[in-house]
């Protein structure tokens, strides 16, 4: 099969790409060393890898090494191999619903692989309760489009959830809706990185607006586009916390002197309800203000 055996590195290289999940190797074995699961879709030839931010490895071994190391224990779930279609009209919701439950039913430490397309979600998505629940783009994130219309949005709510996020996907409102596409009222060290936005109202709410829980340690890094100009809420809403860090953003929304517009914030937190936030290279344009802190009466200032 033309395949070479590098002594030095220890590794076989050259191998055609595989049929199933058995040929050329039995990538299933692997799930012995890694300590989760291994599944591919029908289009096995099509897989690619990409690393997350905490693994430093840019190939397969490399990386099963780094998180066996660790004592990671993940499983990949390829959402088409779940009834998740992911062809813009189909409504996938009650597929994606299916995979959070069995993620949650698992203890969490999953990574969920959505391909190429637009999977369309129009209903209220499960709750992710579980820690270290990644849900990511097969390609770049304008290839991978994740729609979230009506009441659909992501949420991790729980005192186990420690870890998780977003990564190389397009998160798409339909164009006013004051649903978050992601909700954290309890969640601590999620990752959202190489976002792109599309007509979205609400991207987030961080913490709880009631006092009762809060959020730690949220990371957006690397987010662009377009938000929605139908809706005068703040894109991200700082509600109850610690540590919000925004990194490299480039978001605009359409024009600032609309009706609608006005008092359009990219974000606004509770002054005293939130500490620690930074925003770091981030260009934000026709925007009504980048920042809005919503006074408290007797509270003291946050750190910025």
């Not at 304008?142 to 959830?161: M, P």
């Not at 190389?168 to 992601?182: F, P, S």
């Not at 809005?292 to 946050?302: D, F, M, Q, R, T």
Request: with cysteine; aromatic share 8%; net charge negative.
């Amino acid at each position: 099969m033309n395949a070479d055996l590098d002594m030095n590195s220890q590794r076989i290289l050259n191998l055609p790409s595989p049929a199933s999940a058995n040929e050329p190797l039995r990538l299933q074995d692997l799930t012995d060393f890694v300590g989760g699961t291994v599944d591919f879709p029908a289009d096995a030839g099509s897989v690619t890898f990409t690393p997350f931010d905490t693994i430093e490895a840019t190939n397969v071994q490399d990386a099963i090494e780094e998180v066996f190391n660790e004592g990671g224990n993940f499983s990949v779930i390829y959402s088409v191999s779940q009834g998740v279609v992911s062809d813009g009209v189909t409504d996938d919701t009650s597929a994606m619903n299916a995979i959070i439950a069995d993620i949650n039913s698992a203890g969490g430490n999953s990574v969920i692989v959505l391909p190429v397309g637009t999977t369309l979600c129009t209903g209220a998505l499960t709750t992710i309760t579980t820690p270290n629940v990644f849900i990511i783009g097969e390609g770049t994130e304008r290839a991978c489009v994740l729609k979230l219309t009506g009441a659909a949005g992501l949420v991790w709510n729980g005192a186990s959830v420690d870890g998780g996020g977003l990564k190389n996907l397009t998160l798409q409102g339909d164009d006013g809706a004051t649903d978050a596409a992601i909700n954290l009222p309890r969640a601590v060290r999620m990752v959202f990185s190489d976002i792109n936005i599309k007509d979205i109202g609400v991207l987030a709410y961080v913490g709880d607006n009631s006092g009762g829980t809060t959020s730690h340690e949220i990371y957006f890094d690397n987010l662009r586009g377009h938000c929605s100009n139908n809706s005068t809420a703040p894109l991200i809403n700082a509600l109850n916390g610690t540590g919000l860090f925004i990194n490299n953003a480039e978001v605009f929304t359409d024009d600032v002197y609309s009706s609608v517009a006005v008092g359009r914030y990219f974000l606004a937190a509770s002054q005293g309800s939130f500490d620690l936030i930074e925003l770091n290279d981030c260009t934000l344009q026709t925007f009504y203000s980048p920042l809005a802190i919503l006074a408290s009466a007797g509270e003291s200032n946050p750190e910025y």
